[in-house]
Every structure is written in structure tokens, then in C-alpha cells.
């Protein structure tokens, strides 16, 4: 092409590549205007060839600019595109809107920091440094490197950025709005890591902090792990109802964080047990320190359904790394100390030592024995008699379970309670339940036999059923058995549970009220089914010994018996003292070791035949009727 056409057409041309062709036009006419006419057709018509070119050239890039804009406008992201000189090429409404630019910041030419300073003008900048935010980033910039970021806005809005360079030195970034995908992401986070009930984090935080420490600590740093246990919450949420129970976890979340403060992290590891993992730093004394401020905390009362209840925190504590080097052992020895709290005083604390893992292990190893003890037989029953006070016979035999685990002959306050943890008592019940009943029928006729059943073995709902197999198969008359239950059964699902008692007293069986006085003893459990007997318990009859308000109390007993017309056994009588105070108190029936121990079922049989032998059986008889 002639050279100064060239020249003409790139001054005639837009920044955006697109020619002026009126300006291009004028550019030529002026340059050739004194010039010959006839040389001027001869360019006239090139100009006409070039300009039809130009017309075409000017019609596609129209249309692809138009596809662009459309394309630019409508993208879901907000674009900006720079040249070398840092200046803006093109950006769409989105951008501008993202950032709350005025349009004509939008304009091609703009600088880039000029558009920086648009956006401390609208607050969409980032940080408290203006001057310093915008050097920062033509620096930046200067680098050309690509990146990708997430960033937060000083006006909250979160932006999701990618910067990529161009090779002519310019760059093209996008801008896409991700606030809402942001909160439900921290949403979703907050909910992976929190307790939904209280709201402090959960087990997994937990144990994420427990892992952090561990890292940071390296294996020098200190740092403690306090398990802490509700005493008493069981009972709140059984009486009182979950509702309730969940107000007062609510409360107990509060006083917790409020006593630890900036001590370390609280959470909640599941049911009533909470964690606190202490600060990095912190060594036995300070846990100490803590763990005594919880259990002082735990003093003031909670409130559920209007009234205040009694708790305790009861407290394990482990202190990294000597009381565990990584965090598996810390969690473990945290436990294990905890377990001994719980079985220690109520409200009470105790770090961990070695012999607490030994304490376990031998009750797992009780637990696992326990599991084959009803296949292999070690069960037995004993019996002991029970003394009609008004007859001065023997009216029955209260069986007494004992687990022959070896040579040991194991008593029940160390099984039981671990039967019951396991559900193991529902088999074993079961057994006691036909053995006792079976046995009963080799009594003389008047003789009743009285049977402890846990309240563990109502959860199943056949307790009835069992019951009437148990009678159907020996023979045995319903009369003759004594169910002893403890308060226990009003705890848990107690309607169930008030029904089968009913059934069973509709049987004819009789049903005894065990261990008065050891739990809570609300009267109203007296009042809610009609019981044909209370037993004191043991421990109110051995305090009549020295204990002044002891006689109060067992001769109350023995008046409400009366005042219901129900029948009243004073257990654990073991001197002739005890006797006569409970006899002078109006008690129906005595047990204890003063009047007969426990023996086994042969030695039974054989007092029995004696008693047979020696005497007639009109008194035996005459003693249970
Ligand atoms: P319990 O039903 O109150 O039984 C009375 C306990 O007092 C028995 O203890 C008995 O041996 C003991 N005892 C009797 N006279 C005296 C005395 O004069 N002084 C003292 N210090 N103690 C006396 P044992 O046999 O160790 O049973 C303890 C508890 O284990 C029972 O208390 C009962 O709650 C439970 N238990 C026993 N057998 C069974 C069973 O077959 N099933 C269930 N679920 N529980 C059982
Ligand atoms: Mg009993
Ligand atoms: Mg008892």
C-alpha cells in the first residue's frame, strides 16, 4: 500500500483497532488537494478499492465487538483487562458494580490506580491503609504474575479474584461475587465443629486443638486435658424430662466457658461430658487451679423447669506429654482419670496416674468374664431367711446372687452394677428368675421366695412374660413370690414399667419396695403403686447404733407401712440391740446376719428337712400365712 496511506490509516485508527473512516478520509483529501486532477482520479480510485475494504474490515470487527460486549455483559463474573501502561483496555458492568465504580471509571483509558482509589472512595478496597492498599497492589501488578485469591472486602462482600498476564504486558482479571457461598461454606464449617445443643465446639474441634497443641508443643510444651462429668444430670433428665435436660447443658456450656475464659477451649464431647483443653503453656498447677474453680462454679445451682437442681462437675485431668505423649494416650488417660473421679467424691477431681489404667483393665477383664459366666454355670444362688417378727417364724428367703469367677466367690456389688452398664443383668435375671422360683418348690408350702430384679430388666418389656414361664414351668404359686425392686424402675420409662408391675400384682405375686431411704425415697414413689412391703435399708438399722436421728427415721418408716397397711422388713440386723429397736419400732419382718446368713441352696434344704424333722409343720406354714 502507498506509504502515506498507511501512515494516514494508523493515525485515523481508535485504540480499540477500529478505523475512523471519516477522519481517515479528510487525512487523505487534505494531503492531496493541490495535487493534479488527473493523478487525483488515479487515487481516487484506489482510495475507492482501499475504502470498500475498509468498509468490510469496519463492518466484522462491528459485529465481533458487539458478540464481545454481549459476551462481556452478560458473563456471570466481573471483568477488567489492562494494557502494558497499566490502563484500562475494557471491564464490565459487573466489575464496576462489584466494586460500586461509578461508570465512568469504566471508561477505556482509565488507570488502574485511579480505579484503585474508585474503590477506596466505595470502601471495596481491602484493609485500614488505604494509601498503602493501593501501592501494594500497582506493585503487585508490576509483577505480572498469575494469581488466584479469595478475598473479603472491606464493604463484607467476599470476591474470588484470578489475575492472569497478558504477553503484550497488559492483564486480564475476573471478579466473581462468593459472599453467600462463603457464609454457607463458614455455615457448613460451624456446623462440622460445633455442638448444635450449646453451640461450643464439638469433638471434632476438640480433638483438631488437641492435635494442633501436639504439633506446636513438639513434644517439650505442656499443655492440660480436663475431662469434666455431670454428677446427677442422669437424674435431672429422667425426672424432669430432656427439655429440661437440654436447659441445663445450656446453662452448664455458659458457667463453663465463663470459668475457663482465656484459660483454654471448651467444647462438648457428646451426652454430659465436656472438655476443656487448656492453653499451650499450661502446666499440672494451673489445671489444678482450673479444675477447682469448675467444681466451685458448679456450686450455684441450675435451673430447670422453674426449679433449682443440684449438680456436680466431676473431673479427670491429663497433662501433656508426661500423661501422654501423643494425642490418643492424652484422650485415653484423660478418660481413665475421669472414671476415677466419677467413682470417687461427687464433684471431685483427679489427674490421671499409671494405676488407673490398671483399675480398667481389670474391669474389662470383669466385663469379658462376666459375658461367658451364664454359659459356663459360675452362677449361684443363696438364700436368706426372713423373720416374721409377729410369728417369730421364718416367712421366706430372699435369693442372693453370687458369681464363682475361679476360686473367688464374687458378691454382687461388683458385678451387678457392671451387668447392669452392659445389659448383661437381662440374661442373668432371667436365670436368678427360674433358678429361685424352681428352687421355691422344694420349700414347704407357706414358704415365699423373694427375688431382686433390676430395673434394667423392665427395658426389654417381657419381664412379665419371663415371669409367668418361669411359674408355668416349676409350678410354683404365684403367691409365693416377692419381686423386690428398687425406685430405680420409676426413673426410665416408668408408665412401661408401671404396668407390668400391675400385671405382675394382678398375677397374685407380691411386690417389695428395696433399699428405702438410699436414693431419693420421694414419698410419691409410695403413692404411685400400691407396694405390699418397704424394706429399710441396712444402713438406717446399723446407724441406730450411734446415729441419734437414725431412730426418727426407722420408726417413720415403720409408721407410713402402717399408715398404708403394707407390710415393713428392717434389713442387716446383726445385733440383738437392732432387733429390738426395730421390733419396738413396729417393723413387720427382720433380716440380718443376727438371725441367719445367706447360705446356699443344699445348706437350705437341709435346715429346712431339720426343721421338718424336729418339729411339726403346722408353725412353718403358720409363719407365712
Ligand atoms: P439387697 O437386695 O438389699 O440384699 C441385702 C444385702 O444385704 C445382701 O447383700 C445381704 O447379704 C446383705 N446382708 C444381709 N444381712 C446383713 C447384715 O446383717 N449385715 C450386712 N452388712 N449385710 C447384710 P448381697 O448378697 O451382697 O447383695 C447386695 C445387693 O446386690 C442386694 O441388696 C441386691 O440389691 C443386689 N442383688 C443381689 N442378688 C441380686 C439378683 O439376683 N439380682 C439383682 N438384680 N440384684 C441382686
Ligand atoms: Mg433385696
Ligand atoms: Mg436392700
Redesign the pocket.
Known amino acids: 500500500m502507498h506509504k502515506l496511506l498507511a501512515q494516514q490509516l494508523e493515525e485515523a485508527r481508535h485504540p480499540d483497532g477500529t478505523i475512523d473512516l471519516d477522519l481517515f478520509v479528510e487525512l487523505v483529501a487534505a494531503s492531496y488537494e493541490a495535487a493534479d486532477h488527473d493523478r487525483t482520479h488515479g487515487l481516487k480510485a484506489e482510495i475507492a478499492h482501499h475504502t470498500g475494504e475498509l468498509r468490510e474490515s469496519k463492518r466484522r470487527l462491528k459485529q465481533q465487538n458487539a458478540r464481545f460486549a454481549a459476551a462481556l455483559e452478560n458473563m456471570s463474573h466481573g471483568l477488567s483487562m489492562y494494557d502494558a501502561k497499566q490502563r484500562l483496555v475494557t471491564c464490565n458492568k459487573q466489575f464496576l458494580d462489584l466494586y460500586r465504580l461509578p461508570q465512568s471509571l469504566g471508561r477505556t483509558g482509565t488507570s488502574f490506580r485511579r480505579i484503585l482509589e474508585g474503590r477506596v472512595v466505595a470502601n471495596t478496597h481491602i484493609g485500614d491503609d488505604p494509601i498503602g492498599y493501593v501501592e501494594e497492589r500497582l506493585q503487585v501488578a508490576d509483577r505480572g504474575e498469575a494469581a488466584n485469591a479469595v478475598l473479603k472486602l472491606n464493604s463484607g462482600l467476599v470476591v474470588a479474584i484470578t489475575h492472569q498476564p497478558l504477553k503484550d504486558g497488559g492483564w486480564v482479571s475476573t471478579h466473581k461475587d462468593i459472599t453467600e457461598l462463603n457464609h454457607l461454606q463458614e455455615e457448613l464449617a460451624h456446623l462440622a465443629y460445633h455442638d448444635a445443643l450449646t453451640s461450643l465446639p464439638n469433638r471434632h474441634r476438640l480433638q483438631r486443638q488437641i492435635d494442633e497443641n501436639f504439633t506446636i508443643a513438639d513434644g517439650i510444651g505442656s499443655f492440660a486435658l480436663l475431662f469434666v462429668d455431670l454428677d446427677g444430670f442422669k437424674t435431672i433428665n429422667d425426672t424432669l424430662g430432656h427439655a429440661a435436660g437440654d436447659a441445663v447443658l445450656g446453662q452448664v456450656a455458659a458457667r463453663l466457658t465463663e470459668t475457663v475464659g482465656e484459660r483454654g477451649l471448651v467444647g462438648r464431647m457428646g451426652g454430659d461430658e465436656f472438655a476443656v483443653v487448656m492453653r499451650l503453656g499450661a502446666v499440672a498447677r494451673e489445671a489444678d487451679a482450673l479444675a477447682g474453680d469448675l467444681v466451685e462454679a458448679a456450686r450455684r445451682p441450675f435451673r430447670a423447669n422453674g426449679q433449682n437442681c443440684d449438680m456436680g462437675f466431676s473431673i479427670g485431668i491429663a497433662v501433656a506429654p508426661g500423661d501422654g505423649a501423643n494425642p490418643e494416650q492424652l484422650l485415653k488417660n484423660a478418660d481413665l482419670a475421669l472414671y476415677a473421679a466419677k467413682n470417687g467424691q461427687r464433684g471431685g477431681y483427679r489427674f490421671y496416674q499409671p494405676a488407673m489404667g490398671r483399675a480398667l483393665t481389670e474391669r474389662v477383664e470383669l466385663q469379658h468374664d462376666l459375658a461367658q459366666a451364664l454359659e459356663r454355670g459360675e452362677f449361684e444362688?443363696?438364700y436368706?431367711p426372713i423373720l416374721n417378727l409377729t410369728t417369730q417364724e421364718f416367712s421366706g428367703f430372699?435369693?442372693?446372687?453370687?458369681w464363682r469367677r475361679g476360686d473367688e466367690l464374687v458378691?454382687?456389688?461388683r458385678f451387678?452394677p457392671v451387668a447392669?452398664e452392659t445389659g448383661l443383668?437381662v440374661p442373668?435375671?432371667e436365670w436368678?428368675l427360674r433358678e429361685a422360683i424352681n428352687e421355691a418348690t422344694h420349700w414347704p408350702r407357706g414358704l415365699r421366695v423373694a427375688?431382686?430384679?433390676?430395673s434394667v430388666?423392665f427395658q426389654p418389656g417381657n419381664l412379665v412374660p419371663v415371669i409367668m414361664n418361669a411359674l408355668a414351668g416349676s409350678g410354683l404359686a404365684s403367691e409365693r413370690v416377692e419381686i423386690?425392686i428398687?425406685e430405680s424402675v420409676f426413673f426410665d420409662n416408668s408408665s412401661a414399667n408401671l404396668d407390668a408391675l400391675r400385671q405382675l400384682h394382678a398375677l397374685g405375686l407380691k411386690i417389695a419396695l428395696?433399699?428405702f431411704g438410699t436414693g431419693f425415697s420421694a414419698l410419691s414413689y409410695l403413692l404411685s403403686y400400691p407396694f405390699d412391703k418397704i424394706?429399710i435399708?441396712?444402713s438406717f438399722v446399723?446407724a441406730l447404733d450411734n446415729a441419734q436421728g437414725a431412730h426418727a427415721i426407722v420408726r417413720a418408716v415403720s409408721e407410713i407401712g402402717h399408715g398404708l397397711g403394707i407390710a415393713t422388713t428392717a434389713?442387716?440386723?446383726?445385733t440383738a440391740e437392732q432387733l429390738r429397736n426395730v421390733y419396738a419400732a413396729g417393723y413387720s419382718e427382720a433380716?440380718?446376719?443376727?438371725l441367719a446368713?445367706?447360705m446356699s441352696a443344699a445348706q437350705l434344704r437341709l435346715m429346712l428337712k431339720q426343721d421338718d424333722d424336729s418339729m411339726p409343720a403346722a408353725p412353718m406354714a403358720q409363719a407365712a400365712g
Request: hydrophobic letters at 30%; aromatic letters at 2%.
Open positions: 444362688l443363696h436368706q430372699e435369693a442372693l446372687l453370687r458378691p454382687p456389688s451387678i447392669e443383668i442373668i435375671g436368678v427375688i431382686n430384679v433390676s430388666q423386690e428398687t428395696d433399699d424394706k435399708d441396712g446399723r434389713e442387716g440386723i446383726e433380716q440380718g446376719y443376727l446368713r445367706p
